[in-house]
């Protein structure tokens, strides 16, 4: 079966980053397993299940800290778009730059204003700050202060995708199904024109891992299914971030609009 995998030709939302994935409709063949009585499937079924939620429990509680402490997240999709932002979100500061072939994108939050630089990644605006209307920009990419939207790695999709886990100390490991993570900040996958996931993307490994204190602080994807390889790590938790206002900006252009998040800007 041929897989390719290319970077989304920059079509970035506020803090989001893209990989393009296209496949021919064709499915992978299903392994072939020695046949199991149905009272031992079913036994080990129920302990997969129980691994999994505990593992997955770790994970949410490990996220925690986005709603508690400032935090640095990095984000890297097979070294050629990364994004580093600097949140505070208990005092609505975020710093952020997302970095892709052909540019750089940076982005300011202070309270309930945003601030976008597109430099020639965009389309149509030009190359100095604005500020945007938040009421206009798209509900899936838009950044907020707000519980359950205010995470600048995007790990939340992540957990939500994930298919069996298992801990074995500050380590968990398991699959993920990409095709249900989604678009929004930090990591995403879309599809071709025409192309399908795999069905090996539906279990596409990942490894995480927890510091001494429980937090996520990195959630790794090789490349793998057609897949190229993805990161997100956390650090500099509890660390000053401080936003400069943009002197001069301008309101952003209506051209700005349909390009930020998958599949604007072209």
């Keep these: 079966m041929t897989r390719r995998a290319t970077l989304a030709g920059i079509s970035v939302g506020l803090l989001l980053l893209g990989c393009s994935v296209g496949t021919r409709a064709e499915r992978d063949p299903e392994p072939r397993t020695a046949p199991e009585s149905t009272a031992s499937a079913s036994a080990s079924a129920s302990a997969d299940a129980a691994a999994t939620a505990e593992a997955v429990g770790l994970l949410r509680a490990g996220t925690a800290f986005v709603n508690q402490t400032s935090f640095r ?16 979100n208990v005092n609505k500061r975020v710093n952020a730059t997302i970095t892709a072939p052909g540019g750089t ?13 597109a430099g020639q990644l965009l389309r149509g605006v030009g190359d100095q700050w604005m500020v945007l209307d938040p009421a206009r920009v ?31 100390g500050r380590q968990i490991t398991g699959t993920i199904d990409a095709s249900r993570i989604g678009v929004g900040n930090g990591i995403s996958f879309r599809l071709d024109p025409g192309g399908v996931f795999p069905d090996s993307a539906r279990r596409h490994a ?32 509890g660390s000053t971030v401080s936003v400069v206002r943009p002197a001069g900006a301008v309101v952003a252009p209506d051209a700005l609009y349909p390009q930020l998040g998958m599949g604007g800007g072209g």
């Design 105 to 117: 994108i940076e982005i300011r939050m202070i309270d309930d204003d945003v601030y976008l630089k």
């Design 138 to 168: 798209p509900a899936g990419f838009a950044l907020s202060f707000a519980p359950g939207r205010n995470d600048s790695g995007g790990s939340g999709r992540l957990i939500d995708a994930i298919v069996t886990a298992r801990a074995d």
């Design 73 to 88: 997240s990095d984000v890297d999709i097979a070294s050629q778009i990364t994004s580093l932002s600097h949140t505070d």
């Design 206 to 237: 990942f490894r995480a891992m927890l510091d001494t204190e429980g937090r996520l602080v990195s959630f790794l994807m090789p490349e793998a299914s057609g897949l190229p390889s993805a990161s997100l790590r956390y650090s500099d938790f």
